[in-house]
């Protein structure tokens, strides 16, 4: 049986696979931008955005730690984007959490590039300072033509400033690319800029997820008319693309989410010959790789 924790949770509550552990600690609900085509996590009409009340907030931090203080050892703050609050407010919650969870070690959060437009590297370092560990920034691409057709509300050059203040701030980056999400007329040039974001940042931490659309893509055609999901072999050719542009010294990388057709893991520079040779094989012999992603096989 799981414990009841005393902090109110507004449906669907999601975060990034690696947080699976973590405390979910919501200071805002849903996501400031919400105009991304391609996303339907923060659509439904309870997730319109809004910023937590502060004193609710810092309630539950107190609240929980009485409770599970010396048990959690990260924190995730939710929504889409609860970067995007104030460095004033911020401080406050990553200051509670010091007092009331001391066992705690890593605080992450989801974050927009936008979000960081009017932080300066001071401001983020105050917050590094305080125990703010990882943001986690959809890049999806490095094109800009791919980020118009989205609305994604981002450039490349946007998003490489965003990830290059974190640097500076001593946060570490974790940086997701969506494989498959400029269609076949757009793959090679997303899967080169891509490259090239990644290149001029070095995240500590890279992830690629194929792009689905569980709830049908009206939304996503209506600024994408002309694109077609990627085949198999289409994504294995882009990914290998990707691959083999990167010129990384030392990034975690996975491809393993349940949408991926073939699983990837490794450390890059290092593995990036062993990586590639996967995604070659996979492309020279379709049938050695999976026949369905994971979300098909029920995984």
């Not at 959809?138 to 290059?164: F, I, M, P, Q, W």
């Not at 500590?204 to 659309?213: D, G, N």
Request: proline share 5%; aromatic share 8%.
């Amino acid at each position: 049986m799981f414990p009841v924790l005393p902090i109110r949770y507004v449906e669907p509550v999601y975060r990034p696979p690696s947080e699976a552990e973590s405390l979910i600690l919501p200071l805002t609900d849903g996501c400031s931008w919400n105009r991304c085509t391609f996303c339907e996590m923060y659509t439904a009409p309870q997730k319109h955005f809004r910023a937590r009340d502060e004193a609710e907030v810092l309630e539950s931090i107190e609240r929980t730690g009485e409770r599970f203080g010396s048990a959690i050892r990260r924190v995730f703050l939710a929504d889409g984007d609860a970067l995007v609050l104030p460095t004033r407010r911020l401080l406050k919650v990553l200051n509670a959490i010091r007092k009331h969870l001391p066992a705690v070690r890593r605080v992450s959060s989801y974050c927009l590039p936008r979000n960081l437009r009017k932080k300066s590297v001071e401001e983020l370092g105050e917050l590094a300072a305080a125990g703010l560990t990882i943001a986690y920034v959809g890049a999806e691409s490095g094109d800009d033509e791919v980020l118009e057709r989205v609305d994604k509300g981002e450039t490349h050059g946007s998003t490489l400033d965003a990830l290059n203040k974190l640097r500076a701030a001593g946060i570490q980056r974790s940086v997701m690319i969506l494989n498959g999400l400029a269609g076949p007329d757009l793959s090679l040039r997303h899967a080169d800029h891509s490259a090239r974001l990644v290149n001029a940042t070095q995240p500590e931490y890279l992830a690629t997820l194929v792009v689905s659309f569980p709830l049908g893509e009206e939304r996503f055609r209506g600024g994408f008319p002309d694109w077609r999901a990627l085949s198999q072999h289409e994504l294995f050719v882009e990914m290998e693309h990707f691959l083999a542009g990167l010129e990384l010294e030392r990034t975690v990388f996975r491809s393993d989410h349940a949408s991926n057709w073939l699983v990837l893991k490794g450390t890059l520079g290092a593995d990036k010959d062993r990586l590639l040779r996967q995604v070659r094989d996979a492309i020279a012999n379709p049938q050695a790789a999976a026949l369905r992603p994971a979300w098909a096989r029920g995984l």
